[in-house]
């Protein structure tokens, strides 16, 4: 079975300018997630989708992230303009399902390394 | 989402069995206990979870409290390759990470 995929793994980036990191979840899972992970810190959850609709989204920082999984399927997280403080990994993961009460795991993708000089 | 607190690292033996600790004081009825870990340079991993009752699969086992207060993963028969960062969080709705315990597991 094929993991989560996440694009491009590692990306370098000037403060200011835009960058866009890619997810291809498992086949089948209708739950995906964003979470930046800063170095030395454990992941923080940014925003998930059930389906292509957004389920949470409190602590994605509206005025630079944007995130769109328009048909359900893989999704797309976005940063413009880029600060220093947005260097981190960013972690894709998945589910069957999720919200209240499910109890499954969250398979993860390797994440994107993302470098603001 | 109740508050988990873990030690920050933790040593063992190679071959010997691997106690991670984790308090969850706060625990309301609903919440399980998860527990996944971070190998460096990858993506975390689900290891198990459970409700009351202990549970064990082929990577490890829960033990939680009888108070649910707290538990322990248990990894019976500690690896090199389980040296990671072991995160035990309570869930209602939504994964919330701490910072986790460091396991360095020695020759």
């Known amino acids: 079975e094929a993991g989560v995929a996440q694009s491009p793994r590692y990306k370098i980036i000037e403060k200011r300018q835009s960058v866009a990191f890619w997810c291809n979840p498992i086949s089948g899972h209708a739950t995906l997630y964003w979470y930046q992970q800063i170095l030395g810190q454990g992941p923080k959850l940014l925003i998930q989708?059930?389906?292509?609709?957004?389920?949470?989204d409190s602590q994605l920082p509206k005025d630079r992230f944007s995130a769109e999984r328009l048909k359900g399927v893989d999704s797309t997280l976005k940063i413009q303009p880029a600060k220093l403080e947005d260097s981190a990994v960013y972690l894709c993961a998945s589910s069957l399902r999720g919200g209240q009460g499910f109890t499954g795991e969250l398979f993860f993708g390797e994440g994107s390394r993302l470098t603001v000089l | 989402d109740a508050k988990t607190t873990q030690p920050p690292s933790m040593d063992c033996a190679e071959g010997r069995a691997a106690n991670l600790p984790c308090n969850h004081s706060?625990?309301?009825?609903?919440?399980?206990v998860y527990w996944y870990r971070q190998i460096h340079s990858q993506g975390p991993q689900y290891i198990i979870h459970?409700?009351?009752n202990n549970e064990t699969n082929e990577m490890a086992s829960l033990i939680i409290t009888e108070d649910r207060k707290s538990s322990t993963l248990i990894l019976p028969h500690a690896t090199l390759r389980d040296t990671a960062v072991y995160y035990c969080i309570v869930r209602a709705s939504k994964l919330i990470f701490g910072t986790g315990t460091r396991l360095q597991v020695f020759p």
């Open positions: 706060t625990i309301s009825g609903n919440e399980y």
């Open positions: 459970g409700l009351k």
């Open positions: 989708f059930q389906n292509n609709g957004v389920v949470d």
